[in-house]
């Protein structure tokens, strides 16, 4: 068996940890398998380097950040080796560039575009635990790069991938995926299995434990992915394709979007190339938008326009979408802060009727006022203030039978 073994920076946060995954990796290869282990930074240490590159300029190069940003990931590989080979393992460290991890050339956010395993497969032919640096690559111009924060799951879950391997097993700080955050609901449940796509909207809305371009990636190879802690011996999560006993449970997890704020752009015009305009301009500045909705058009042919986006992107907004507002000819433009977003997410919706009345019933229950409602095929979410938000959470997770202790079906 091939196994790639992805680390986290809390579990290499310090040269006793480091030992910890040394062992690990060395009792897989002594359980016969073949073993690449992928690693991050130590923990705070990525934060520590991009506050030195904009120390020295307010506006730094993105190449040159990538050059400072990418050492973390060196200092790991070369100490995990060494450790290794102080347990007398065998063990050889690779740079993204050794290897060829190829990406394009989006410094600091760069996606992978091919992967060289030769390299990989002769150190692992001389029986070697070859331990690769994960979140950096190289485009095709010799240019350091790196996959965006939380990178290194991408680049495990793709060697996973170009390798064949039989299972990526992500080790973390938490054991495995839960229903929901369990800081939040104490009655939140380890899941055993989760599917990708649930996965995907679980991590897109919040759930940090997987950056979600590797489950896309996962998804994509269908790379048998796990999410384990690299403290204990728990088996932790399966990330796997789904089946029909994911499909008889409604609700898998619950996901919860904090720090939000909401737009109303009210009398816009309901004429084609409208919201093309306002958005294409968000857009433009990097801005992203979450839920969009827009009212059907009141007597008058005008419409009014709702969206949120992060807070963080608030004043930004704020001031491109008065200025296109008054482009348009649109009327007034509202703004609040402290909103949240709370999502159900589940393959079983898709064949069970009434959840969406179930969940709003629940809030109602709850005293909780309903802002604006989104869905897709195995998601419902609804904006709410953010002072109900985890009241939210809890009552749904009851509701929808999560609590720790309910039968578990799948
Ligand atoms: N060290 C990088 C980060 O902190 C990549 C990773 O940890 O996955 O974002
Ligand atoms: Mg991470």
Redesign the pocket.
Known sequence: MLVVQKY??TSVGDVERIRNVARRAILARKEGHDVVVVV??MAG???RLLKLTSDVSKRPSQREQDVV?ST??QVTVGLLALAIQEMKGKSRSFLGHQVRILTDSAFANARIRSIDDAKLRESLKKHEIAVVA??QGIDEHGNIT????????T?AVALAAALKADACEIYTDVDGVYTTDPRICDKARKLDRVSYEEMLELASLGSKVL?IRSVEFAMKYKVPLWVKSSFTEDPGTLVTEEDKAMEEVIVSGIALTRDESRFVVRGVPDKPGIAAKVFGALAERGIVVDVIVQTPAHEDGRTDMAFTVGRLDMEKTNELVRKIGKQIGAGKVEHEEGIAKVSIVGVGMRNHAGVAARMFQVLADEGVNIRVISTSEIKISCIIDEKYSELAVRALHTAFGLDKGDVEKS
């Open positions: 986290g920076g991050s930074a240490e990525t934060n940003v973390g990931e994960g979140f790196t996959l965006g924060r939380g990178g290194s799951d680049t950056q």
